[in-house]
């Protein structure tokens, strides 16, 4: 039997004082504390803070200066890399979104991404004319990443463990998590990929097998030629809802209702053209019998 039809986009709410700056550094923070096996009460007295303070900062719902988190990591004798990074994190502006630079058509070691994977609910993406990261064989996904790169280019070996790791985010998840991709009939018979697509096939039908993993062809007939830009949209469990626009260099995280809504409207346009699950999983059913 299949399974019924994907949930609406959904509803673009945040926490008041939330913005997914301030969950991400105090996910960052908690992790630090739990490294060096202190206690929020340790914190607490070493830094003369009361708890509530504490708890707002380490669940995200509060907006803390850079001095706090700075303080806060110091005494989590954090290791310098994090430290810095999550320093950075805290000065960036308070603007409603974050761009975020890789290497080129890298984006998979960015934290942000594991942070956004890590805490969703639902997770909705389209990559045009490509398999979405997220449901990339291993050997797709070095062909997609060793593009216009040098084959020695020791990145690639990185971020395609870093692709496949954070594909645990399929297995063993929480009670009402979904996550929907829409694929291109076009990535699923890419000559340019056909050294590899026999193992990508194959590994589609077994992820589509797997309850909470909606997946949906886009005919060829029905491909947006205007539309070449990877994208996805997150809403974790307490129903904050950012969009991430991936372009060759850089991954923008939008949370405004406002810029979050084209993208999202598009989702809800590519939903209607799209095939249903059954027929979905006929189709790469029958071009893996090709």
């Known amino acids: 039997m299949f399974k019924s039809a994907p ?51 380490e669940s995200g719902q509060r907006e803390g200066s850079t ?24 000065e960036s502006p308070a603007n409603g ?19 956004l994977h890590a805490s969703a609910k639902t997770m909705t993406f389209y990559e045009p004319r490509r ?66 697509l026999e193992d990508q096939i194959l590994q589609l039908l077994i992820t589509s097998s797997i309850p909470h993993c909606n997946v949906h062809v886009i005919p060829s007939d029905s491909f947006d030629e205007d539309l070449q830009t990877a994208f996805g949209s997150f809403e974790d469990y307490d129903n904050n809802s950012v969009v991430v626009v991936h372009t060759a260099t850089a991954m923008l995280v939008l949370e405004e209702t406002e810029e979050m809504l084209p993208y999202l409207r598009k989702l809800n346009e590519i939903r209607e053209i799209a095939l249903s699950e059954k027929e979905s999983i006929e189709k790469i059913n029958s071009l893996g019998l090709l």
């Open 67 to 90: 001095l706090d988190i700075v303080a806060y990591l110091a005494q989590a004798r954090t290791a310098p890399g994090e430290f810095d990074r999550i320093r950075r994190l805290a």
């Open 131 to 196: 398999i979405p990261s997220l449901l990339q064989s291993e050997r797709y996904a070095e062909v997609m990443l060793r593009h216009n790169r040098n084959p020695k280019d020791p990145l690639i070996k990185e971020a395609v463990q870093a692709r496949l790791a954070r594909q645990e985010v399929l297995k063993g998840v929480k009670k009402s998590f979904d996550a929907i991709f829409y694929i291109d009939e076009f990535a699923l018979c890419d000559p340019a990929m056909n050294d590899v």
């Open 7 to 57: 949930k609406p986009t959904p509803q673009l709410k945040r926490v008041e004082e939330s913005t997914a700056k301030s969950r991400e550094i105090g996910v960052a923070l908690r992790q630090a504390r739990k490294l060096s096996d202190l206690s929020a009460a340790d914190v607490c007295r070493s830094l003369g803070w009361g708890a509530p303070k504490v708890s707002r900062l």
């Open 97 to 115: 979104y974050d761009l975020q630079r890789h290497p080129e058509g890298i984006p998979d070691l960015l934290p942000t991404l594991d942070f």
